[in-house]
Nanobody
Framework: VQLQAYGGGLVQPGGPLRLSCLTS????????VAWFRQAPGKEREFVAA????????SYADSVKGRFTISRDRAKQTVDLQMNSLKPEDTAIYYC???????????????????WGQGTLVTVSS
């Protein structure tokens, strides 16, 4: 499974940005797919995830109500729509996938075997 994250850039506080994770399989059907982020000097943290059957989503409290994870099977992407961005959202964003993720461990980076290369999001005026 190959993943490629893209769509990062510089955005003003309060603005939107959409990230995409291009997958090598059909939208990694049967895989849990997640977005994580890592700010300078901080540990990688969970942002959002799709369950293996695609029927359940989960969000970190810090992004709930502002970010939306979705799957586009035609484009073979898992997207992260980010609205009302804040300076503290600045980080490198990574997508990750794994077929064997136990949902209770969805927020744990070590639960995912496959990772994209990351895309930088900078929220600044």
């Amino acid at each position: 499974v190959q993943l490629q994250a893209y769509g990062g850039g510089l955005v003003q506080p309060g603005g939107p940005l959409r990230l995409s994770c291009l997958t090598s399989e059909r939208a990694v059907s049967g895989y849990a797919v997640a977005w994580f982020r890592q700010a300078p000097g901080k540990e990688r943290e969970f942002v959002a995830a799709f369950s293996r059957n695609g029927g359940t989503t989960s969000y970190a409290d810090s992004v709930k109500g502002r970010f939306t994870i979705s799957r586009d099977r035609a484009k073979q992407t898992v997207d992260l729509q980010m609205n009302s961005l804040k300076p503290e959202d600045t980080a490198i964003y990574y997508c990750a996938a794994d077929r064997s993720v136990i949902w209770s461990a969805r927020a744990t980076p070590n639960a995912y075997a496959y990772w994209g290369q990351g895309t930088l999001v900078t929220v600044s005026s």
